[in-house]
């Protein structure tokens, strides 16, 4: 039993952050694997629009790792299993990521593409989703309030900022998952499970924040008194 907790704590402390990475990269790494079949000419799994399949890869893959990052923490307070915090800052930062790709990718591939080459084009073109589609909308503004929480994602941003400013700031995830989850839903056509899964997730968590949320400042009120 002992030994069994040892290397518990061995595979903590060396192997939890590489293997983090290496599954957070996997999808990346499928997608790329993809389209070098796809490219040479030999087998893939894009289908006959490689594009829109780019597309919702890349975005679905987003969500679901910014879901995956605000069930961290709730898991370790139902597991008391402290370490996996390690890896929710590297979570974190691959939800940006993901969802970085998934904007490049809608510029590049579709919107470049039907700008027949135009920068100007494409930007234009992006304005006018922006403005005349709501998921879109939802998505860039989902997009945006991701980009100061991964700029501030580093321990020196906390000290720049100060503990109470830094975490302030870093709820602002859950508002932008809300947006991610209606980007989503309103983007897929027709009556799909796939929004409804991923809100009640996240409403789950939300939920649990919340519930979480009052009992600390339960406990802080007991104590002042």
């Known amino acids: 039993m002992r030994s069994q907790v040892d290397?518990?704590?061995?595979?903590?402390?060396h192997g939890l952050k590489p293997l983090a990475f290496w599954l957070l990269a996997l999808p990346g790494l499928w997608l790329a694997w993809q389209w070098w079949g796809l490219l040479s000419g030999g087998?893939?799994?894009?289908?006959?629009?490689?594009i829109e399949t780019t597309h919702r890869f890349l975005g679905d893959t987003a969500l679901r790792i910014l879901i995956l990052s605000l069930a961290i923490s709730p898991f370790r307070d139902l597991t008391r299993w402290s370490p996996i915090m390690k890896i929710r800052r590297r979570v974190g930062l691959a939800a940006f990521w993901y969802a970085l790709l998934h904007l490049l990718a809608y510029m590049g591939l579709d919107l470049l593409?039907?700008?027949q080459g135009s920068v100007t084009g494409m930007f234009a073109g992006l304005w006018d989703d922006v403005v005349e589609r709501i998921y879109i909308t939802l998505g860039m503004i989902a997009i945006l309030g991701l980009i100061p929480l991964a700029?501030?994602?580093f321990n020196f941003s906390i000290r720049q900022l100060g503990a109470t400013l830094w975490q302030r700031l870093h709820l602002s995830v859950y508002p932008i998952a809300v947006l991610a989850v209606f980007h989503y839903g309103f983007m897929v056509k027709g009556h799909q499970l796939g929004p409804w899964l991923h809100g009640g997730i996240l409403a789950v968590l939300l939920t649990y924040r919340a519930w979480r949320a009052l009992r600390q400042h339960q406990s802080r009120r007991k104590l002042a008194a």
Request: proline letters at 5%; glycine letters at 4%; a positive charge.
């Open 7 to 13: 290397m518990l704590r061995q595979f903590a402390r």
């Open 151 to 153: 700029l501030t994602s």
């Open 113 to 115: 593409v039907a700008a």
């Open 43 to 50: 087998s893939h799994a894009l289908g006959f629009n490689p």
